[in-house]
């Protein structure tokens, strides 16, 4: 809408100057110089006006990729921490390494066996993660409460891992939603996981073919 406005004053501008040069050279005498200088300023002032719009559109350009950079930047890690004969946790943070304030969001849909078990309020769309900029925001769940929920324990889910079963004991859905204080949202598309027992750390699904192709 604006570019068509801009071009609008531009062709005005074009017209109404062409207009009065045509007045001024059909009278009389001619004053050249003073054509000139108003041919001059009317070819300055549409030069300003398209100089300023497309300052203001870079400026904007540049505004939206340092809102976009800064909440592009947040990140997340989880890592597996086993402490045998306890509740087995997995920690979870949230990375901010930009200058603003982000609220993120996690649903973590976990399976036992194919079947759903229930979450803290951290994990589970409820609660809001407030990460402050240059920070780390880290919480845990307990894998050990998710498997009772099934009348399972780590020590029958590490004896029943095998090959042919590690991608159905456990498993998990993640989705998680960023938000920063200019309103800026990036929710990432929802990634699968399994629970590797031997390893005891959550491991991606992997899509599509891993094949480097040239």
């Known amino acids: 809408m ?3 406005i801009l071009w609008g004053i531009v062709l005005l501008i074009i017209l109404c100057s062409g207009y009065i040069s045509k007045l001024a050279f059909e009278q009389p005498t001619k004053d050249i110089i003073k054509i000139g200088t108003f041919l001059v300023l009317s070819l300055t002032l549409i030069i300003l006006i398209i100089y300023t719009y497309d300052t203001n559109r870079l400026a904007s350009i540049g505004q939206l990729k340092w ?8 990140s ?15 920690i979870f943070r949230i990375n901010n390494p930009s200058t603003l304030i982000i609220r ?8 036992v ?16 993660w407030l990460v402050f900029p240059q920070q780390t925001s880290q919480g845990w769940y307990e894998i050990k ?16 891992y095998s090959p042919g079963n590690r991608r159905n004991q456990l498993t ?15 929710k990432l598309p929802t990634k699968k996981h399994y629970f590797a027992f031997n390893e005891w750390r959550w491991i991606p699904v992997l899509t599509g073919s891993n094949v480097w192709e040239q």
């Open 2 to 4: 604006r570019k068509f």
């Open 67 to 74: 809102e976009r950079e800064n909440i592009l930047n947040a």
């Open 76 to 90: 997340f890690e989880m890592l597996g921490i086993e402490d045998k004969g306890k509740a087995d946790r997995i």
């Open 104 to 111: 993120a969001k996690i649903w973590c849909e976990i399976k």
């Open 113 to 128: 066996y194919g079947t759903p078990v229930i979450i803290n309020d951290d994990f589970n769309g409820t609660n809001i």
């Open 145 to 160: 409460p998710l498997l009772e929920q099934q009348g399972k324990t780590p020590q029958q889910m590490i004896q029943e």
């Open 172 to 186: 998990l859905d993640l989705t998680i939603e960023f938000r920063d204080e200019l309103g800026n949202r990036r």
